[in-house]
């Protein structure tokens, strides 16, 4: 199981947050804002993994080298808009060694984790939230699970009630 957080800059600590969090988790990062680089580079500091979020639909080589520039520790491309890809974009993400996260199923050889759900990040309760989490764990040992980076979702995950197992998404990588 995976959880990739996606850090939209509206929590203030991300990296600090994330890093003391009890299992490892994937941040997704825009690769277009101002502070990409600077944001990833503070996140690979403390070990944490690092995934670029571009949307792909319609996309060609250059947006996928562009991403990979802003963010060159990213271990792969994460798109949660598009079902599909282009061959160009899927070409792009072999050639660059990267690997794609996205709602829809892999492109051929190119590796691939698929989004089983998204974590709701404006949960009232990280009690709830955390249950949630663990009932979706439960039926599924390769889910990965999306949510933004909010201190909600930072209490669930510190609650000390979910199951092991968590893995950065790089791991459910596959074929």
């Known amino acids: 199981m995976a959880i990739v957080m996606i850090d939209d800059g509206m929590m203030v ?3 600090q947050a994330v890093a003391a969090l009890p299992m490892p988790v994937t941040i997704a990062i ?3 804002r101002a502070d990409a680089t600077d944001k990833m580079n ?3 500091a403390m070990g944490i993994e690092v995934v670029a979020l571009l949307r792909l639909e319609g996309a060609g080589p250059t947006a996928v ?13 994460m798109d949660v808009d598009s079902a ?4 160009g974009a899927a070409n792009a993400l072999r050639e660059a060694g990267l690997g794609l996260i996205s709602m829809g199923e892999g492109t051929g050889d190119l590796q691939h984790a698929q989004i089983t759900a998204q974590l ?3 949960a009232s309760s ?7 989490i663990s009932g979706l764990a439960a039926s599924d ?3 990965v699970f999306l949510t933004r980076l909010r201190p909600v979702v930072i209490a669930a995950l510190r609650a000390g009630t979910l199951p092991t197992g968590f893995v950065p998404v790089s791991a459910l990588l596959r074929d």
């Not at 562009?66 to 491309?77: R, W």
């Open 65 to 77: 080298f562009a991403a990979q520039h802003a963010l060159p520790q990213a271990v792969a491309v």
């Open 13 to 15: 600590g991300g990296p």
């Open 120 to 122: 709701p990040s404006t």
């Open 30 to 32: 825009d690769p277009s």
């Open 126 to 132: 990280p009690i709830v939230l955390a249950r949630e």
């Open 42 to 44: 503070a996140y690979r």
């Open 84 to 87: 599909e890809i282009g061959t």
């Open 141 to 143: 040992q390769d889910a």
